[in-house]
C-alpha cells in the first residue's frame, strides 16, 4: 500500500482550488474558442500540448532517475485514454450549447456514476446511503436541466453522456489499479487524445491547417491556452494528492462549480437562477458524499487510492 501523504493539508487544498480555477477557466475558453474554430481543433491542441509538455517532463525526469516513457501495459494506457478523450469530446461539444456554470454541475456526477457502474458491471455491494446519493445527484442535475430552464434538450445529454464515459475511466482504473506513475500516465492520455483526434481530422471535412489559418491570431493562443490550462490542471491535482489526505480534498474539488459560474459570468454575463443554484448545490453535496465514500471504502479495504481513482473532473 501507498505510504500516506504528509500532513499538508492546506497546500493540498490551495493546490486543488488552483486545478479547480484552471479547469473552469479551461471550460470557459474552450467554450469562447469554438465559436472561432471546430471543436475538433480545439480537442487536438488540448492533448497535442498535454503531449508535448509531458513528454518535455519526463526526458528530464528520467535522467534524474524518475519516470521514463516506458510502459508495462500499453493497451491500459490506450482504454484509458480513449475514456477521458470520449469525456472531453462530449464536453467539449457540451460547452457550445450549454453555460458553463450548469455544464459543470452536471459533469460533477461522475462519482456517482461510478457507483451506478461498479454496482452493474464490478457487482459491486452498494448500501442504501449510496443509492440516495445516486438518487440525489440525478435529481439535482434534473433541476438544473428542468423544463423552462433554457437547458432542457439533447445538448443536456452531452456532459451527462461525458460524465458516464469518465465514470467508465474510473472504474477501469479500480479494476487495475495503480499499475503506473502518474506521469507516465498523464504522457500517454495525451498521446492517445492527440494521435486519435489527429486521426479524425484526416477522416472529417475540417482541415487543420486552413482553419487555423481562418481563425483570428488571437485564437492561436487560446488554443494553447487550453492545452496548457488542462496539463497544469492535472499536475496540480497529482501534487495536492501528494500533501494531504484524499478525503481532505475531495470536497474541495467542488469549488470548480463556484469558479465555472464566476468566470461564465464574467465573460459571457450569464449566471444560473435561483432553480439552477439549488440544483448545483444538490449535485454538489450527493457528489462530494459519493467521492468520500469512494475514498473511505476502498481505505478501508486496503486499496491504494490514487490520483487517477481521485479524479472526479471531466477534461
Same mark, same amino acid.
Given at each position: 500500500? $501507498?505510504?500516506? @501523504?504528509?500532513?499538508?493539508?492546506?497546500?493540498?487544498?490551495?493546490?486543488?482550488?488552483?486545478?479547480?480555477?484552471?479547469?473552469?477557466?479551461?471550460?470557459?475558453?474552450?467554450?469562447?474558442?469554438?465559436?472561432?474554430?471546430?471543436?475538433?481543433?480545439?480537442?487536438?491542441? %488540448?492533448?497535442?500540448?498535454?503531449?508535448?509538455?509531458?513528454?518535455?517532463?519526463?526526458?528530464?525526469?528520467?535522467? $534524474?532517475?524518475?519516470?521514463?516513457?516506458?510502459?508495462?501495459?500499453?493497451?491500459?494506457?490506450?482504454?484509458?485514454?480513449?475514456?477521458?478523450?470520449?469525456?472531453?469530446?462530449?464536453?467539449?461539444?457540451?460547452?457550445?450549447?450549454?453555460?458553463?456554470?450548469?455544464?459543470?454541475?452536471? #459533469?460533477?456526477? #461522475?462519482?456517482?456514476?461510478?457507483?451506478?457502474?461498479?454496482?452493474?458491471?464490478?457487482?459491486? %455491494?452498494?448500501? %442504501?446511503? $449510496?443509492?440516495?446519493?445516486?438518487?440525489?445527484?440525478?435529481?439535482?442535475?434534473?433541476?438544473?436541466?428542468?423544463?423552462?430552464?433554457?437547458?432542457?434538450?439533447?445538448?443536456?445529454?452531452?456532459?451527462?453522456?461525458?460524465?458516464?464515459?469518465?465514470?467508465?475511466?474510473?472504474?477501469?482504473?479500480?479494476?487495475?489499479?495503480?499499475?503506473?506513475?502518474?506521469?507516465?500516465?498523464?504522457?500517454?492520455?495525451?498521446?492517445?487524445?492527440?494521435?486519435?483526434?489527429?486521426?479524425?481530422?484526416?477522416?472529417?471535412?475540417?482541415?487543420?491547417?486552413?482553419?487555423?489559418?481562418?481563425?483570428?491570431?488571437?485564437?492561436?493562443?487560446?488554443?494553447?491556452?487550453?492545452?496548457?490550462?488542462? #496539463?497544469?490542471? !492535472?499536475?496540480?491535482?497529482?501534487?495536492?494528492?501528494?500533501?494531504?489526505?484524499?478525503?481532505?480534498?475531495?470536497?474541495?474539488?467542488?469549488?470548480?462549480?463556484?469558479?465555472?459560474?464566476?468566470?461564465?459570468?464574467?465573460?459571457?454575463?450569464?449566471? @444560473?437562477?435561483?432553480?439552477?443554484?439549488?440544483?448545483?448545490?444538490?449535485?454538489?453535496?450527493?457528489?462530494?458524499?459519493?467521492?468520500?465514500?469512494?475514498?473511505?471504502?476502498?481505505?478501508?479495504?486496503? !486499496?491504494?487510492?490514487?490520483?487517477?481513482?481521485?479524479?472526479?473532473?471531466?477534461?
Amino acid at each position: 500500500m $501507498r505510504a500516506a @501523504p504528509p500532513g499538508r493539508p492546506g497546500l493540498g487544498i490551495a493546490l486543488v482550488l488552483v486545478m479547480a480555477a484552471c479547469f473552469a477557466t479551461m471550460d470557459t475558453t474552450v467554450k469562447f474558442v469554438g465559436a472561432l474554430v471546430p471543436v475538433l481543433v480545439v480537442l487536438w491542441a %488540448r492533448y497535442g500540448v498535454q503531449a508535448g509538455v509531458m513528454a518535455l517532463w519526463l526526458a528530464i525526469s528520467s535522467r $534524474r532517475g524518475g519516470a521514463g516513457f516506458r510502459s508495462a501495459h500499453p493497451r491500459f494506457q490506450a482504454a484509458r485514454g480513449l475514456l477521458l478523450l470520449l469525456s472531453s469530446t462530449f464536453g467539449f461539444f457540451g460547452l457550445q450549447y450549454l453555460p458553463v456554470a450548469e455544464f459543470t454541475a452536471i #459533469t460533477m456526477l #461522475t462519482p456517482v456514476m461510478v457507483t451506478l457502474l461498479a454496482a452493474t458491471l464490478l457487482h459491486e %455491494r452498494v448500501s %442504501r446511503l $449510496r443509492w440516495a446519493l445516486v438518487a440525489g445527484g440525478f435529481a439535482g442535475a434534473l433541476i438544473v436541466i428542468r423544463p423552462g430552464s433554457g437547458l432542457f434538450g439533447w445538448a443536456a445529454l452531452l456532459p451527462i453522456a461525458g460524465s458516464m464515459a469518465y465514470a467508465s475511466f474510473q472504474v477501469l482504473t479500480r479494476k487495475l489499479s495503480a499499475l503506473e506513475s502518474p506521469f507516465t500516465t498523464h504522457f500517454y492520455t495525451g498521446l492517445t487524445g492527440s494521435v486519435l483526434v489527429a486521426l479524425a481530422l484526416l477522416v472529417s471535412d475540417v482541415e487543420l491547417l486552413p482553419a487555423l489559418q481562418a481563425a483570428p491570431t488571437s485564437a492561436w493562443g487560446l488554443l494553447l491556452l487550453i492545452g496548457a490550462l488542462g #496539463t497544469l490542471g !492535472h499536475l496540480m491535482l497529482v501534487l495536492a494528492f501528494g500533501t494531504a489526505p484524499t478525503a481532505t480534498l475531495m470536497p474541495v474539488m467542488y469549488a470548480q462549480i463556484g469558479f465555472a459560474a464566476l468566470v461564465g459570468w464574467l465573460v459571457f454575463a450569464q449566471a @444560473p437562477d435561483g432553480w439552477g443554484w439549488l440544483g448545483m448545490a444538490v449535485v454538489a453535496v450527493c457528489g462530494a458524499g459519493s467521492a468520500w465514500l469512494n475514498v473511505r471504502e476502498a481505505s478501508a479495504s486496503r !486499496h491504494a487510492v490514487t490520483v487517477l481513482e481521485a479524479d472526479t473532473i471531466v477534461d
